[in-house]
């Protein structure tokens, strides 16, 4: 029911550019926070940006100036511009969505993850 559908991917060169989506459904996209996550072979999953229902943005220190996150609402859609990228942000990227209950609990959905390589 719930779908969080990476795409845009793939193996790109030092200093290139990439970007990412990420369409949503069975969800009320409006009443959600979006969010970009990566996680690198051996290291823990960190944020690498988020975006308010509001359009207020969040980046992680090793992408600021560099990522753009931001989102269609119309399409229920967020996506994720990656300029001068480097070897560094090779990981697989995930969306994420974050909500609330009735009871305001956390309410959170994950995507499947898309793959980015930065390799010469």
């Known amino acids: 029911q719930v779908r969080l559908v990476e795409s845009g991917g793939g193996l790109v060169q030092p200093g290139g550019s990439l970007k990412l989506s990420c369409a949503a459904s069975g969800i009320i996209f409006n009443n959600y926070h979006m969010g970009w996550y990566r996680q690198a072979p051996g290291k823990q999953r960190e944020l690498v940006a988020t975006?308010?229902?509001?359009?207020?943005?969040v980046y992680a220190d090793s992408v600021k100036g560099r990522f753009t996150i931001s989102r269609d609402n119309a399409k229920n859609t967020v996506y994720l511009q990656m300029n001068s990228l480097k070897p560094e942000d090779t990981a697989v990227y995930y969306c994420?969505?974050?909500?609330?209950?009735?009871?305001?609990?956390?309410?959170?959905?994950w995507g499947q993850g898309t793959q980015v390589t930065v390799s010469s």
């Open positions: 994420n969505a974050e909500g609330r209950t009735i009871l305001m609990s956390p309410l959170s959905h």
């Open positions: 975006v308010t229902n509001g359009g207020s943005t």
